[in-house]
């Protein structure tokens, strides 16, 4: 299956609202939203994807656990990047203190701000263009740390805030820099 961008504009433009509701109505959907307005449904992804989804959103919350600096969010979560695009990173986190900013009204529906790390992890229906786009639409979004696992070439994109894209060839492992100090992903496990 392939992704399926729907060009609305400038036919039909959704406010935030709309678009909020249009997620909620369709549950069984992953649909983004870019800038322009275009809707992004993207399909299901399969076992091995989903399974180390699993896995690294879970070392990600270990950490967060033991740490308590912020949140962690799985694919469900759509954020309000300040360009206007809606977006739902595979695993994200969010330091408390801007969290805690936010209303209660913007943590129930998109939080309106770009998570401090991203990651994003390459399936077969995904588009390597499409997802470097997005990775540096995060960059440009003001995250600081942001991941794309690629399995299929077995190599990682590191995307820090005003720095060149740094890719590594299976790493061992990862570092959560500053921005998750103490975090260290361990990939091993990641190629096999």
């Known amino acids: ?113 770009c998570p401090d790390f991203v990651l994003e992890l390459l399936s077969p229906s995904d588009n390597l263009s499409f997802t470097q786009a997005k990775m540096q639409e995060y960059q440009a979004s003001g995250v600081q740390l942001a991941w794309l696992l690629n399995p299929q070439d077995q190599q990682v994109e590191i995307y820090r805030l005003g720095c060149p894209v740094e890719i590594l060839f299976r790493p061992r492992e990862l570092s959560g820099e500053n921005v998750l100090p103490n975090f260290v992903l361990n990939l091993a496990w990641f190629w096999l």
């Open 1 to 113: 299956m392939n992704t399926t961008i729907l060009k609305l504009e400038p036919a039909i433009a959704l406010s935030e609202s709309q678009f909020f509701t249009l997620c909620q109505q369709n549950p069984d959907l992953k649909i983004e939203r870019s800038g322009q307005g275009e809707l992004i449904i993207m399909p299901p992804t399969g076992g091995e994807t989903g399974r180390k989804n699993a896995t690294l959103i879970a070392r990600l919350v270990m950490w967060n656990e033991t740490y308590n600096l912020g949140v962690v969010f799985d694919s469900s979560t759509c954020f309000r990047l300040p360009n206007g695009s809606d977006r739902s990173p595979d695993v994200s986190w969010l330091k408390k203190e801007r969290w805690d900013s936010l209303t209660p009204e913007q943590q129930r529906k998109f939080p309106p701000l």
